[in-house]
């Protein structure tokens, strides 16, 4: 079942993977303002005070540029619990609240680090609330705190830092919504595209075959009554079969995956048509998906070289979830060593690019063997 991106899943997209797991560098360059609680523990305090102060606001920056480190934990486990996201903004919160005591009001810049990645982490409504609380408490402390002026600067900051945030974060959302908006085009694009080529393939053959179906009978009918007549319909069932399959090939040009157990189904056609006893396997269900295009292509190529240059009565296919043999009872390979056929050098192309092996020889109890190995 699809669900709908969230803020988090655009963050995990760009600052979680590839070249945005950088993204920490250009946030850090923010830190900058922390030179305020800086200075202020370095003017005021001494000895282990001043040390213990330098520690905390040390503390917060890396508390701070661990939201990057959330936003990657949450590009490989999926989207970060309610309880992760309120338990990381409280430890801020706390780590802002240490800098106090040896840093006094500067250490409200703090809170500016903590209301942007509030708008980022919590739902729209829920971070509004939180800027506004966090705004509420600074204002209020400047007035009641002794020794602390009100300037109206941290509010300010508070506010302005949360708003740009807000702005990244609905370009974020907005880029969310246009990349869904791409999958679900590309995706009725492919639909509509099947379709197309069913009722391609349909009009195509729907009229051909019964052509050719009446004019066989036709043709049945006719062989002892008006051999020459019979010899005409026959003659026009060739060439209808002719343009259909001319059609059919025009039709599913570039169109090239297989079914695997469509070909089974075909091999089998194909064995019993050639008199071939065919010893095929009724259920793919243990093959992997990302396997079954490839055992496809074997099993078409294994066929047509087992029908056309085998001289075999029995034919015998074993599939596992990473290996197909095609065996027979016929004459096995040339004096040479050679491989009747050359559809198996397109074979060995499409293995080498599965990384997949293909071996070729003779079967344990004569007669030829094709397999192919995934994963070797």
């Given at each position: 079942m699809k669900t709908n991106p969230t803020i988090m899943d655009g963050l995990a997209d760009r600052v979680g993977k590839g070249p945005g797991r950088w993204a920490w560098v250009a946030g850090g360059i923010w830190l900058?303002?922390?030179?305020?609680?800086?200075?202020?523990?370095?003017?005021?305090?001494?000895?282990?005070?001043?040390?213990?102060?330098f520690l905390t606001v040390v503390l917060f920056a890396a508390s701070y540029l661990a939201f990057f480190g959330l936003i990657r934990v949450s590009a490989r486990r999926g989207q970060l619990a309610p309880w992760q996201r309120i338990g990381y903004l409280g430890a801020m919160l706390a780590l802002c609240l240490l800098m106090i005591p040896t840093a006094g009001q500067t250490a409200l810049t703090g809170l500016v680090y903590i209301a942007a990645c509030g708008v980022m982490l919590l739902e729209l409504p829920v971070g509004i609330a939180f800027v506004l609380i966090l705004l509420g408490g600074a204002e209020i402390s400047m007035r009641v705190v002794p020794g602390w002026t009100d300037d109206g600067s941290y509010g300010f900051a508070i506010f302005l830092g949360a708003l740009a945030v807000y702005g990244m974060r609905r370009a974020i959302q907005r880029t969310i919504e246009l990349d869904a908006t791409r999958r679900d085009m590309a995706e009725l694009a492919v639909q509509e595209?099947?379709?197309?080529?069913?009722?391609?393939l349909?009009?195509?053959?729907?009229?051909?075959?019964?052509v050719i179906t009446v004019k066989a009978e036709l043709a049945g009918k006719l062989i002892a009554a008006n051999p020459d007549r019979?010899?005409?319909?026959?003659?026009?069932?060739e060439s209808l079969a002719r343009a259909a399959l001319a059609d059919v090939r025009a039709a599913v040009a570039g169109y090239r995956e297989l079914s695997l157990a469509g070909e089974l189904v075909s091999a089998r056609?194909?064995?019993?048509?050639?008199?071939?006893?065919?010893?095929?396997?009724?259920?793919?269900?243990?093959?992997?998906?990302?396997?079954?295009?490839?055992?496809?292509?074997?099993?078409?190529?294994?066929?047509t070289?087992?029908?056309?240059?085998?001289?075999?009565?029995?034919?015998?296919?074993?599939?596992?979830?990473?290996?197909?043999?095609?065996?027979?009872?016929?004459k096995g390979p040339t004096p040479d060593g050679g491989v009747p056929g050359h559809g198996l050098v397109g074979?060995?192309?499409?293995?080498?690019?599965?990384?997949?092996?293909?071996?070729?020889?003779q079967a344990?109890?004569?007669?030829?063997?094709?397999?192919?190995?995934?994963g070797v």
């Open positions: 900058f303002y922390l030179s305020q609680p800086l200075q202020s523990v370095a003017d005021r305090q001494h000895g282990v005070v001043r040390i213990l102060g595209e099947r379709n197309r080529f069913a009722r391609d349909h009009d195509i053959l729907g009229h051909s075959l019964t019979a010899a005409s319909e026959v003659a026009d069932v056609a194909a064995l019993q048509a050639a008199e071939i006893k065919a010893d095929l396997p009724t259920t793919v269900d243990e093959v992997p998906e990302n396997n079954r295009e490839l055992f496809a292509w074997v099993v078409r190529e294994g066929v070289n087992v029908v056309r240059h085998s001289g075999a009565k029995r034919c015998t296919i074993k599939i596992s979830a990473a290996e197909i043999e095609v065996l027979d009872d016929g074979l060995r192309e499409r293995a080498d690019q599965a990384d997949a092996a293909v071996q070729v020889g344990a109890g004569g007669g030829f063997r094709l397999a192919v190995t995934v």
